[in-house]
């Protein structure tokens, strides 16, 4: 079965300075993983997926994520944060039957100016 | 164009009223979604259509009520809801998964529904 932590329900962190919000996922296969942004009463917005190619995705808005399979990782990194970077995000993964997505329980970026 | 639609943005209903959401989409998607989000939670699984037939659903109560009228269009009828229904709903689309999948969720924006 899968399942997805988002170790961290909330991150401050100060314009300029660096984001990294943290995922764990469970599998018994090898995943797709998602993450993504959900702005307040909008919709979600895919950030950036890994589909078993490179490692290190890149992402739309300067964010980045790494797969790491001996961690069970996909966290979510951006060099410097922006104040429209305060947001909901979500990690997400793939089911093992069609159509099927498990959510994280996400966490809420706050940026400090 | 990567966009999914719904229609209304709001939508406020008494318990014995009879409403519809729509949602629509253009990429060509086989498989839709929709989910049920309320605040500061994940959104959660409602019904999940693939090729037009219902593959999932997840134990929703039959106030809610599915369709899916062509490839492009998916509908959500409601009748006699409950105040505790009121939440953000969801619609999404994405390729068929006919193995582990890689394909990404299309999201809309989602209609606020209350229910007085």
């Known amino acids: 079965a899968q399942s997805v932590t988002q170790l961290d329900s909330h991150v401050s962190v100060s314009e300029g300075t660096p984001v990294l919000l943290r995922c764990n996922y469970s599998s018994s296969y090898s995943p797709s993983l998602f993450w993504y942004v959900q702005h307040p009463n909008k919709g979600l917005q895919l950030l950036l997926k890994?589909?078993?190619?490179?490692?290190l995705v890149k992402g739309i808005n300067g964010f980045e994520a790494e797969f790491k399979k001996s961690e069970t990782s996909f966290h979510l990194t951006k060099p410097s944060a922006h104040m429209s970077d305060a947001a909901e995000y979500f990690c997400?993964?793939?089911?093992?039957?069609?159509?099927?997505?498990?959510f994280g329980t996400g966490t809420s970026l706050t940026v400090i100016p | 164009d990567t966009e999914v639609t719904q229609t209304p943005k709001h939508l406020v209903m008494g318990m014995t009223n009879k409403k519809s959401l729509k949602c629509e989409q253009h990429?060509?998607?086989?498989?839709m979604y929709w989910y049920k989000q309320k605040a500061k939670k994940p959104p959660e699984l409602m019904f999940v259509?693939?090729?037009?037939?219902?593959?999932i659903n997840e134990s929703v109560p039959s106030r809610f009520s599915p369709e899916c009228p062509n490839s492009s269009l998916l509908n959500l009828h409601l009748h006699a809801l409950q105040p505790e229904d009121s939440a953000l709903y969801l619609c999404?689309?994405?390729?068929?998964?006919?193995?582990?999948?890689?394909?990404?969720?299309?999201f809309g924006p989602g209609t606020r529904l209350t229910v007085t």
């Open positions: 259509y693939s090729y037009e037939k219902l593959s």
């Open positions: 990429m060509g998607h086989r498989a």
């Open positions: 999404a689309s994405s390729q068929v998964l006919n193995y582990v999948g890689t394909y990404e969720q299309y």
């Open positions: 890994y589909t078993s190619a490179a490692t």
């Open positions: 997400v993964v793939s089911g093992d039957t069609g159509n099927q997505f498990y």
